[in-house]
């Protein structure tokens, strides 16, 4: 979704809410399992549109431990500044603007909502997502999910450093041998 901000943008004080309701985009990089709901209000301070509100999604991701997937609920607080490009009237040729001082998501007063949104969830991933704080993980050796039963590898692995060390040597060695 992309507003367009031109009405907020040339009259100072004027206010805008939006309700959020959106798919969300599937892409490598992030799957929501909810559509993005919340709302947004956009007010024109006078050389500033401040954009403010809320939304929340549910997004799908891997447990870095035992790879299953888990399903993170993410609220995120909007507080944006979007300048008002002051010469930037129907008049002005586009090519006269300096593409690079202007903000990629607000453009000629137009705001891509839709990667806002993208952006801002991404940041709420979390790098090395768990499905819960005990998960017990994967048998290093087998790769039995420890979460769901104990496999038949010898269970003082983890208990003696010794065999612990032995265990990461060997694993050094095979992984050398591919
Ligand atoms: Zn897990
Ligand atoms: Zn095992």
Redesign the pocket.
């Known amino acids: 979704m992309k507003l367009d901000l031109r009405e907020i943008a040339s009259n100072v004080g004027k206010s805008y809410n939006y309700e959020i309701r959106e798919e969300c985009a599937e892409s490598e990089d992030l799957r929501c399992t909810k559509p993005i709901v919340g709302s947004i209000n956009f007010t024109n301070t006078g050389n500033l549109i401040v954009a403010r509100g809320k939304l929340e999604t549910e997004i799908e991701l891997e447990c870095s431990r035992c790879l299953e997937k888990l399903t993170i609920p993410v609220n995120v607080k909007i507080d944006e500044q979007l300048p008002i490009p002051v010469f930037q009237t129907a008049f002005v040729e586009q090519e006269d603007v300096d593409e690079e001082e202007e903000e990629p998501l607000f453009r000629d007063n137009v705001f891509d909502l839709s990667e806002y949104i993208r952006q801002v969830v991404l940041v709420e991933v979390p790098i090395q997502p768990l499905c819960s704080d005990t998960c017990k993980g994967l048998?290093?050796?087998?790769?039995?999910n420890l979460n769901q039963g104990l496999?038949?590898?010898p269970v003082d692995v983890e208990a003696s450093p010794f065999a612990a060390l032995a265990s990461m040597l060997e694993e050094e060695d095979t992984e050398e041998k591919e």
């Open positions: 048998c290093p050796t087998c790769g039995t496999c038949n590898c």
